[in-house]
């Protein structure tokens, strides 16, 4: 069986010390995903585990996320893209209704089919390697994964990354198998109130933030700012995420046309790349700026491969979901980039920040009372000093790598006893 | 056991302190889960005030775990200014980090006193007959707990989407928090506990406990009762509970006599040895038309007694129809009377649904697992999570 990736996490002298605990990563995620960048930073936290990791990632995604792991690809990930597409052509081309429940029966025999063949795979993976445990990476998928932990007679541990969208399958089976849920957050964690899964078997560990990255880039702030027509008067509040409805930017919008009423330093910078399917509210955020008579107070940076350094020329990094977000990373990356935060009253970002001590809480779609949050904020650099530092005293202690993934080792100490 | 005196300075322990709120004496369901989470809260972590309405079963029970309870008598009608006063004055005075109140009562008042002095509230429903069709105010209470709660609990995922359906409030901070219960140390099956419930041995004795109200629909086990015994005369019945509705007991010992069953059905009255019964019980059944939880359901599998419930809110959040249990339709005493008739005619059945349903209860639906649900609510409101 051919492996993917070989980089083995060796001590440099062979020195002998407790044995490390083997982990299987199942990481069945697909392109830049937050599953993936999450983990990829434990890893480099994980002091006791050697680490194994089956993805449906790319192959030249695997050696920059999966540091020190030995990597294996699912092999059937492909079949589903064609399998996709010969689905798309039936439909085109094979009107009949029997015709199309033949082609379905076959595509879920073939479905049936990869999922035994993975199934396999990951016990051999699991006896060659002498896995003790495995760690679904993106949420109780997939299924064979969870089957061959039963088979194999070795824990599993699901990391929730979300919530969950279905309230059938409250009893379902499979969770019986899992024996830890990690959610991200107490939020995600409350909302598996209604499973089988009890609470005394769901441990919270938030996603950690990469510190030293913030660190090594703060120096660009002064750079940022020239670049983005950002002047040492400004006061910078941004908001960072793809652009789609429910993130808020359209409600960010408004609330700072609010405020530059009576702040008129006051400067609104959107971080982030539309997508094709949000391209009508793209233009609504466009024109409600357009039309303002604010114009040349937002700055509209579009896709930005990397944008920590952006982070640093804020004053204030601003998180306006409108729907609960089950972590919000750019709550704990604006406290580590030493800002206050501005946030939605729900989903992560409720537990994340205190308020009134490392940021301000509004509730969600309160376009009135984020304005109010900015206006306050625009006018007290001391008390957005201060709350700076205190928000980036949180993220030392609580979102760093190292902490975060000793919080990982000692859920994998707890199941394996 | 005393609990520690309010901190004086804020900030200096990571210890927060949790004000508990209640309107119901008790005994009852809703009392039960609320002293056990008072009690039951991690030490280290929480510190408990709890509070009753008056002295009676709710005062001792956290009398007797170790709490020192405040009476806060609450007025129904309008607006009881001298509770919501005292409230305020306890959050002030013992330095409050949180309130959770229980029921629809506490839960408007504290969510006002949340808007006065703004620590945060959780609020926790535990039944359907919380909220009744004609309730004053409705929308205003509404109003007040969507602005003023961080969270506001349900007892089961059914009873959550009932309230979303039938009042204005907001999904999104909504959560589900199934109780749990744990048995007393000393319940082991009593021999001649049988015999005082009316069997003898041989007999298939199939048991209710409940207070005698409407919602428990006791009527339908009546009627289920006389099918049962035209198919077998082994059978013997018992309802366990006090009589909180002097009419319904009447028109249920009439029904009762009227169907030629006094020999065959006894009403217990109230019993403070629940555990105890159960593990006489050969089957135990669930005939409500409206619950929000069952307590009384996890106890008989926690007892290792199969069950027969309807799908009238918790029974179908608790079981799984032939797995751990039988479920069947509500108002329906045909179904019933199959459902229990289906366990005296296979024993193997029988054994199979209790060791399945003592398994489910001992994993899920513990006071512990409960009570981690409850802290969790409470990190994610104050963000203390470790």
Not at chain 1, 29 to 42: D, E, H, K, R
Not at chain 1, 132 to 144: A, K, R, S, V
Not at chain 1, 341 to 352: F, L, T
């Amino acid at each position: 069986m051919t492996l993917e990736w070989h980089a083995p996490d060796r001590a440099g002298d062979g020195a002998p010390g407790p044995r490390k605990i083997r982990v299987l990563y199942v990481d069945y995620s697909v392109g830049f995903g937050g599953a993936t960048q999450s983990i990829s930073l434990v890893f480099r936290g994980l002091e006791g585990v050697e680490k194994f990791v089956l993805t449906s990632q790319e192959p030249r995604i695997i050696p920059l996320w999966y540091p020190g792991a030995t990597v294996y690809r699912f092999r059937t990930v492909v079949n589903y893209r064609s399998l996709g597409r010969v689905k798309a052509w039936a439909r085109r081309v094979v009107r009949l209704g029997l015709a199309q429940v033949i082609v379905q029966k076959m595509v879920a025999a073939l479905d049936i089919l990869a999922g035994s063949y993975e199934l396999l795979r990951i016990l051999r993976i699991v006896r060659r390697h002498r896995i003790d445990l495995i760690h679904l990476n993106n949420g109780f998928t997939p299924p064979e994964a969870m089957l061959a932990a039963r088979v194999a007679g070795i824990p599993c541990i699901v990391h929730l990354r979300g919530f969950p969208g279905w309230r059938k399958a409250a009893h379902s089976s499979s969770y019986r198998r899992v024996a830890r849920t990690i959610a991200i957050s107490n939020a995600v964690a409350t909302s598996l109130g209604f499973t089988s899964i009890a609470p005394t078997r769901i441990t919270t560990i938030y996603n950690a933030v990469d510190l030293d990255r913030f660190e090594e880039v703060a120096g660009r702030r002064d750079s940022e700012r020239i670049k983005w027509g950002i002047g040492p008067d400004d006061v910078a509040m941004g908001i960072f995420g793809r652009v789609v409805a429910w993130k808020g930017q359209l409600e960010f919008v408004r609330a700072a046309l609010e405020a530059m009423r009576t702040e008129p330093h006051l400067k609104a910078v959107i971080v982030g790349d539309e997508s094709d399917a949000a391209r009508d509210y793209f233009d609504e955020i466009k024109r409600t700026i357009a039309d303002s008579g604010f114009a040349h107070r937002f700055v509209l940076t579009g896709y930005q491969p990397d944008v920590t350094a952006l982070y640093h020329a804020m004053d204030v990094v601003v998180h306006a979901s409108i729907e609960p977000e089950p972590f919000g990373r750019v709550v704990p990356e604006g406290m580590a980039a030493r800002h206050a935060v501005i946030a939605s009253d729900s989903g992560g970002p409720r537990e994340v920040i205190t308020p009134g001590v490392d940021g301000l809480l509004v509730p969600p779609r309160d376009v009135g009372a984020m304005a109010e949050a900015m206006v306050a904020l625009a006018r007290d650099p001391e008390r957005r000093r201060a709350m700076g530092e205190q928000g980036y005293a949180k993220a030392v202690e609580r979102f760093g790598i190292r902490h975060i993934a000793q919080e990982v080792e000692r859920v994998y100490g707890e199941i394996l006893g | 056991m005393a609990q520690a005196a309010a901190p004086t300075v804020r900030g200096l322990t990571s210890v927060r302190t949790v004000l508990h709120l209640i309107d119901l004496p008790g005994p009852g369901g809703a009392e039960t889960i609320y002293v056990a989470v008072a009690a039951g809260l991690d030490r280290s972590r929480f510190r408990s005030v709890a509070a009753a309405p008056d002295r009676g079963w709710t005062f001792d029970a956290l009398r007797a775990a170790g709490l020192d309870p405040i009476v806060t008598p609450i007025k129904r009608g309008p607006l009881d200014w001298r509770y919501l006063r005292q409230i305020v004055g306890l959050v002030r005075r013992e330095r409050v980090d949180l309130v959770h109140a229980h029921l629809l009562g506490p839960s408007v008042y504290a969510g006002m006193a949340g808007l006065l002095t703004g620590v945060p509230i959780v609020a926790t429903f535990h039944g359907h007959v919380d909220v009744s069709a004609g309730e004053r105010l409705l929308r205003l209470k509404t109003a007040i707990l969507n602005r003023a709660c961080s969270r506001i609990t349900f007892v089961s995922e059914a009873l959550r989407v009932e309230f979303l359906r039938r009042t204005a409030l907001r999904a999104q901070r909504t959560a589900v928090v199934v109780n749990g219960i744990d048995d007393p140390a000393d319940a082991v099956p009593e021999p001649h506990l049988r015999g005082v419930l009316g069997a003898q041995p041989g007999q298939f004795l199939v048991g209710a406990v409940g207070h005698i109200r409407p919602p428990k629909a006791y009527d339908v086990f009546l009627r289920a009762a006389a099918l049962l015994l035209e198919r077998s005369p082994s059978y013997r019945f018992v309802i366990v509970g006090q009589v909180e509705r002097k009419d319904v007991y009447d028109d249920l010992v009439g029904l009762r006599d009227s169907l030629g069953l006094r020999d065959r059905v006894l009403f217990a009255g109230r019993r403070d040895d629940v555990p105890q019964v159960l593990r006489a019980f050969d089957a135990y059944v669930v005939s409500s038309t409206s619950e929000g939880f069952s307590l009384s359901t996890v106890q008989a599998m926690r007892a290792g007694i199969p069950v027969v419930a309807t799908r009238c809110g918790g029974p179908e959040t608790i079981l799984e129809d032939g797995t751990t249990g039988i479920l069947v339709a509500c108002s329906d005493p045909h179904a019933l009377a199959d459902g229990v008739d289906r366990l005296r005619r296979d024993p193997a059945l029988r054994a199979r649904l209790a060791n399945a349903a003592r398994a489910a209860a001992d994993g899920r639906y513990t006071a512990a697992a409960m009570v981690a649900g409850y802290e969790r609510v409470y990190d994610e409101t104050l963000g203390t999570a470790r």
